[in-house]
């Protein structure tokens, strides 16, 4: 069976300050898939970032970057120069190839930025 | 840039009635799925959907739920009989094929949702 682990409940930081969220999945799936998604005030869920497991290279994309470490089943995931819009609650989420396609999410992070 | 639709955006309900959410998922995708999430809890997958059928649910999917497909464009969840458990934000979502061996790593693009309320 898998599962995600979003440690942080809470997250409050300043406008314009680096924010990381961190994931820690389990599974005994080799192939697997993991997805950041963020959900604002409005109630929409909006998929970010993904990331397999095969692949080599940590990335960013514009303010945002992830860190994947295999060896502590880590998917950490970092905003740059913090805006007020991105205050939400971001969930990780894991698919492992074996068990279809059903996302697994972990029970969120809210984040708060202030100005 | 295409997106999910979900109607009603907000659906309140008496206990024991039955109850249609519809979506109209992306138009070139071809996996559908259902998800719910309980006031302030975490997002649980419901049921997917592949070429007209059920590929995977979850133990929360009983006998109560089923879904449909009634015609090229809508997707819906009908509850038979609601319970007051069952008032949640249920959330549409879908995604392409894909090419390869892995694609269920294709995103999921999601609905902005329709909250269920039973009183």
């Known amino acids: 069976a898998q599962k995600v682990t979003q440690a942080q409940t809470e997250i409050s930081v300043v406008e314009k300050e680096d924010v990381t969220l961190d994931c820690v999945y389990e599974t005994r799936d080799t192939t697997y898939y993991l997805f950041w998604y963020k959900q604002p005030p409005s109630g929409e869920l909006v998929f970010l970032i993904r990331?397999?497991?095969?692949?080599?290279q940590n990335e960013i994309s514009g303010r945002y970057s992830w860190n994947f470490q295999k060896s502590t089943s880590s998917f950490n995931f970092t905003i740059t120069a913090s805006q007020v819009v991105d205050s939400a609650v971001y969930f990780c989420?894991?698919?492992?190839?074996?068990?279809?396609?059903?996302?697994?999410f972990g029970e969120g992070t809210q984040l708060t930025v202030n100005p | 840039e295409p997106e999910v639709t979900q109607t009603p955006s907000h659906q309140v309900t008496q206990m024991g009635q039955e109850v249609i959410l519809r979506c109209v998922p992306i138009?070139?995708?071809?996996?559908f799925y259902w998800y719910r999430q309980i006031l302030g809890q975490k997002v649980e997958f419901l049921v997917s959907f592949y070429n007209n059928e059920i590929s995977e649910k979850s133990e929360i999917f009983d006998d109560q739920f089923s879904v449909e497909r009634p015609d090229g464009s809508n997707f819906t969840l009908k509850i038979r009989s609601t319970k007051l458990e069952d008032s949640a934000m249920y959330f549409c979502?879908?995604?392409?094929?894909?090419?390869?061996?892995?694609?269920?790593?294709?995103?999921?693009?999601f609905g902005d949702g329709t909250r269920l309320s039973i009183l």
């Open positions: 979502a879908s995604r392409s094929v894909g090419t390869g061996y892995h694609s269920a790593n294709q995103p999921q693009h």
């Open positions: 990331r397999n497991s095969f692949d080599e």
């Open positions: 989420a894991l698919i492992i190839e074996t068990s279809g396609s059903r996302l697994t």
């Open positions: 138009s070139n995708h071809l996996y």
